[in-house]
Protein backbone atom coordinates (compact mmCIF):
# COMPACT_ATOMS: atom_id res chain seq x y z
CA UNK A 1 0.00 0.00 0.00
CA UNK A 2 1.57 3.33 -0.91
CA UNK A 3 1.12 6.40 1.55
CA UNK A 4 -1.12 8.34 -1.00
CA UNK A 5 -3.27 4.98 -0.88
CA UNK A 6 -3.48 5.25 3.26
CA UNK A 7 -4.07 8.82 2.72
CA UNK A 8 -6.99 8.38 0.84
CA UNK A 9 -8.66 5.75 2.99
CA UNK A 10 -7.80 8.00 6.09
CA UNK A 11 -9.38 10.89 4.56
CA UNK A 12 -12.25 8.81 3.92
CA UNK A 13 -12.71 7.52 6.83
CA UNK A 14 -15.14 8.66 9.77
CA UNK A 15 -12.83 8.58 12.58
CA UNK A 16 -9.46 8.61 11.04
CA UNK A 17 -7.54 8.20 14.47
CA UNK A 18 -6.72 3.96 14.33
CA UNK A 19 -6.01 4.38 10.28
CA UNK A 20 -3.18 6.98 11.50
CA UNK A 21 -2.38 5.08 14.36
CA UNK A 22 -2.03 1.91 12.20
CA UNK A 23 -0.44 3.45 9.34
CA UNK A 24 1.89 5.35 10.78
CA UNK A 25 3.02 2.17 12.66
CA UNK A 26 3.81 0.57 9.66
CA UNK A 27 5.40 3.32 8.06
CA UNK A 28 7.44 5.10 10.71
CA UNK A 29 7.20 2.59 13.92
CA UNK A 30 5.81 3.28 17.76
CA UNK A 31 5.41 1.99 20.61
CA UNK A 32 3.12 4.93 21.77
CA UNK A 33 1.03 6.70 19.62
CA UNK A 34 -1.05 9.86 21.16
CA UNK A 35 -2.80 12.75 19.60
CA UNK A 36 -3.74 15.79 21.14
CA UNK A 37 -5.97 18.78 20.67
CA UNK A 38 -4.23 22.27 21.99
CA UNK A 39 -7.41 24.01 24.62
CA UNK A 40 -5.87 27.26 24.47
CA UNK A 41 -8.53 28.58 26.99
CA UNK A 42 -7.08 26.69 29.74
CA UNK A 43 -3.67 26.41 28.05
CA UNK A 44 -3.74 22.58 28.49
CA UNK A 45 -3.37 19.91 25.41
CA UNK A 46 -6.42 17.31 25.27
CA UNK A 47 -5.89 13.64 24.76
CA UNK A 48 -8.26 12.59 21.91
CA UNK A 49 -6.62 9.57 21.22
CA UNK A 50 -4.00 7.11 22.80
CA UNK A 51 -2.65 3.42 21.65
CA UNK A 52 -2.06 2.92 25.29
CA UNK A 53 -4.83 3.65 27.02
CA UNK A 54 -3.91 2.70 30.44
CA UNK A 55 -0.72 4.56 30.73
CA UNK A 56 -2.37 7.44 28.51
CA UNK A 57 -6.00 7.78 28.49
CA UNK A 58 -8.02 9.59 26.63
CA UNK A 59 -9.49 12.69 28.12
CA UNK A 60 -5.93 13.28 29.87
CA UNK A 61 -4.58 16.39 30.50
CA UNK A 62 -1.00 17.99 29.98
CA UNK A 63 0.10 21.37 30.27
CA UNK A 64 0.54 23.36 27.31
CA UNK A 65 4.16 24.27 27.79
CA UNK A 66 3.85 27.31 25.07
CA UNK A 67 6.55 29.05 27.66
CA UNK A 68 8.68 26.06 27.08
CA UNK A 69 11.32 25.72 24.48
CA UNK A 70 9.34 22.53 22.72
CA UNK A 71 6.23 24.78 23.47
CA UNK A 72 7.13 27.57 21.39
CA UNK A 73 8.93 25.49 18.86
CA UNK A 74 6.05 22.64 18.06
CA UNK A 75 2.54 25.10 19.44
CA UNK A 76 3.98 28.67 19.08
CA UNK A 77 6.32 27.93 15.54
CA UNK A 78 4.14 25.31 14.32
CA UNK A 79 7.51 23.11 13.64
CA UNK A 80 8.00 19.74 14.26
CA UNK A 81 10.25 18.17 17.33
CA UNK A 82 12.52 14.99 17.45
CA UNK A 83 13.94 14.03 20.36
CA UNK A 84 16.28 11.61 20.10
CA UNK A 85 16.99 9.74 23.65
CA UNK A 86 15.44 9.78 27.04
CA UNK A 87 17.86 13.32 28.15
CA UNK A 88 15.88 15.15 25.58
CA UNK A 89 12.72 13.33 26.73
CA UNK A 90 13.03 14.27 30.01
CA UNK A 91 13.97 18.21 29.46
CA UNK A 92 10.66 18.65 27.92
CA UNK A 93 7.69 15.93 29.58
CA UNK A 94 7.58 16.15 33.04
CA UNK A 95 5.75 12.93 32.94
CA UNK A 96 9.09 11.34 31.22
CA UNK A 97 9.57 8.64 34.01
CA UNK A 98 6.24 7.02 32.82
CA UNK A 99 7.70 7.27 28.94
CA UNK A 100 10.49 5.18 30.63
CA UNK A 101 8.17 2.84 31.56
CA UNK A 102 6.73 2.09 28.51
CA UNK A 103 9.81 1.43 26.70
CA UNK A 104 10.10 4.55 25.06
CA UNK A 105 13.42 7.10 24.97
CA UNK A 106 12.70 8.78 21.85
CA UNK A 107 9.59 10.76 20.28
CA UNK A 108 8.72 12.68 17.15
CA UNK A 109 6.33 15.43 17.63
CA UNK A 110 4.03 16.87 14.58
CA UNK A 111 1.82 19.81 14.69
CA UNK A 112 -1.50 20.17 13.12
CA UNK A 113 -1.97 23.11 11.92
CA UNK A 114 -4.85 24.92 11.02
CA UNK A 115 -5.05 28.92 9.72
CA UNK A 116 -2.06 28.92 10.39
CA UNK A 117 -1.90 27.98 13.78
CA UNK A 118 -1.32 25.18 15.65
CA UNK A 119 -4.31 23.36 17.31
CA UNK A 120 -3.06 19.59 18.05
CA UNK A 121 0.07 17.34 18.09
CA UNK A 122 0.52 13.70 16.67
CA UNK A 123 2.76 11.91 18.92
CA UNK A 124 4.66 8.77 18.25
CA UNK A 125 7.38 7.31 20.93
CA UNK A 126 9.99 4.74 20.56
CA UNK A 127 13.27 3.11 21.08
CA UNK A 128 16.36 5.43 21.49
CA UNK A 129 17.15 7.54 18.44
CA UNK A 130 14.66 6.08 15.70
CA UNK A 131 13.16 9.17 14.46
CA UNK A 132 14.78 11.25 11.72
CA UNK A 133 13.93 14.02 9.22
CA UNK A 134 12.39 11.80 6.83
CA UNK A 135 9.97 10.85 9.18
CA UNK A 136 8.77 14.10 9.49
CA UNK A 137 8.48 14.38 5.86
CA UNK A 138 6.68 11.11 5.61
CA UNK A 139 4.19 11.94 8.87
CA UNK A 140 3.18 15.44 8.25
CA UNK A 141 0.45 14.61 5.39
CA UNK A 142 -0.93 12.69 7.91
CA UNK A 143 -1.23 15.15 10.88
CA UNK A 144 -2.45 17.44 8.51
CA UNK A 145 -5.41 15.23 7.48
CA UNK A 146 -6.29 15.66 11.18
CA UNK A 147 -6.81 19.37 10.91
CA UNK A 148 -10.57 19.73 10.53
CA UNK A 149 -11.15 16.95 12.82
CA UNK A 150 -9.01 19.29 15.56
CA UNK A 151 -10.98 22.30 14.75
CA UNK A 152 -14.32 20.33 15.79
CA UNK A 153 -12.52 19.45 18.96
CA UNK A 154 -10.72 22.14 19.77
CA UNK A 155 -11.76 25.56 21.37
CA UNK A 156 -10.90 27.37 17.91
Known sequence: MTDADRLAEIKAATDPCPLIDRHLNEIIGHKLFTLMVIDHKTEEAARVYSSA??????????????????????????????????????????????????????????????????IGTVNLLHEAEWYNEEHVARGAPFAALLAPHFEHWSDG
Do not use: M, Q
Not at 64 to 77: A, C
Not at 100 to 114: E, H, Q, R, T
Open 53 to 118: PEAYPVKGRKPLGTLTGWGHHVISEAKPYIGRNADDIRTVFPDHETIASLGCASVLNLPVIANGST
